[in-house]
């Protein structure tokens, strides 16, 4: 990666966390209360994060990452309780850990079975690991070019309103369909925290690979935008692992003036159109759009 990549100053909200030191400099990891780590890889342009949510008899974690590093090694230093896997949804990036870990739920979808039986081959995901998408340096022996998200073996299948006992504490599942097919948020009714995936983070919410449904996507975040009064922290799975509640419900009505034609966008590259509201903007595929 270039040397203004890798001295890029980490988000000013991080510094704001308490960290918690590991052996593994590819990741940064940080307390965000209530027995939860929020795990960040801010050393590539995706900026993604999985969470690692406690109980007193087992541990949930909430994505595994883009797999440019080992994941479980990690998650052991954090805790010695028995972890369960759970995906935000089978984009490359989520799931590049899920093969090290041996008791993984998933979505009972169509895609998430591809996903799980295929994994990703390089050649789909080779610009992950070109020099302008990571720093290099802090993954010195990393394998660019053979490079791959690994298939997986699913444990078991859940559903939309299933939940999952962590001892102590439960974690409620609540299907949000419209980026992918699998798309999931978690709720934790006892602490408040919501953790959305990629149905919202602040920044480019992107709306334009194979399997996105821009239907269900409004449908999806018209629900989560329901609950937000009983929601303390939004916990998205990119760029920063804290986010205002309301802003779920300005990303409703946000997206509302999208489809309905009155917020103008800026087509881009392979016809993307580009939506901006400031904290959060959409990046949606030009044909799936269709102004009411």
Same mark, same amino acid.
């Given at each position: 990666? @270039?040397?203004?990549?890798?001295? %890029?100053?980490?988000?000013?909200? =991080? *510094? ?10 590819? /990741?940064? !990891? ?5 027995? !939860? ?12 994060? @999985? ?6 008899? %087992?541990?949930? #974690? /909430? ?8 994941? @479980? ?55 992950? !690991?070109?020099?302008?998408? /990571?720093?290099? $340096? ?11 998200? $690994? ?8 559903? +939309? ?25 978690? #709720? +934790?009714?006892? @602490? ?17 690979? +194979?399997?996105?449904? =821009? ?19 939004? #916990? ?11 802003? #779920? ?13 009155? *917020? $103008?966008? *800026?087509?881009?590259?392979? $016809?993307?159109?580009?939506? +901006?509201?400031? %904290?959060?903007? /959409? ?10």
């Amino acid at each position: 990666m @270039s040397s203004s990549w890798c001295d %890029k100053e980490l988000r000013p909200e =991080l *510094k704001k966390l308490t960290e918690i030191k590991t052996s593994r400099e590819w /990741f940064k !990891v940080y307390d965000v209360g209530n027995h !939860v780590y929020a795990i960040v890889e801010p050393y590539c342009y995706q900026e993604v994060i @999985s969470y690692l949510i406690l109980g007193n008899e %087992k541990a949930l #974690l /909430f994505d595994t990452g883009m797999g440019l590093d080992s994941i @479980s090694p990690l998650v052991k230093e954090l805790t010695s309780l028995p972890i369960i896997v759970l995906n935000s949804h089978t984009h490359f990036d989520h799931i590049g850990g899920n093969y090290e870990f041996d008791n993984i739920l998933a979505m009972n979808t169509d895609y998430t079975r591809h996903s799980a039986a295929n994994g990703w081959e390089h050649e789909i995901v080779k610009q992950e !690991v070109t020099p302008e998408a /990571f720093c290099s $340096k802090y993954l010195p022996n990393a394998d660019t070019a053979n490079y791959r998200i $690994k298939p997986f073996k699913i444990t078991k299948f859940i559903n +939309d309103g299933d939940s999952i006992d962590l001892g102590s504490r439960t974690i409620n599942v609540i299907g949000v369909p419209g980026h992918t097919p699998d798309a999931i948020a978690l #709720l +934790d009714d006892r @602490s408040g925290y919501l953790w959305t995936g990629d149905t919202f983070y602040e920044g480019p919410i992107f709306l334009f690979a +194979d399997g996105t449904d =821009l239907t269900a996507y409004e449908k999806s975040i018209e629900k989560l935008a329901m609950i937000v009064p009983n929601i303390k922290t939004v #916990l998205p799975s990119h760029n920063k692992p804290n986010a205002d509640p309301h802003l #779920l419900i300005e990303t409703k009505n946000a997206f509302e003036e999208v489809i309905s034609g009155k *917020k $103008k966008g *800026k087509e881009g590259e392979d $016809k993307i159109m580009s939506y +901006d509201f400031g %904290k959060f903007s /959409f990046l949606i595929k030009k044909e799936l759009l269709n102004p009411r």
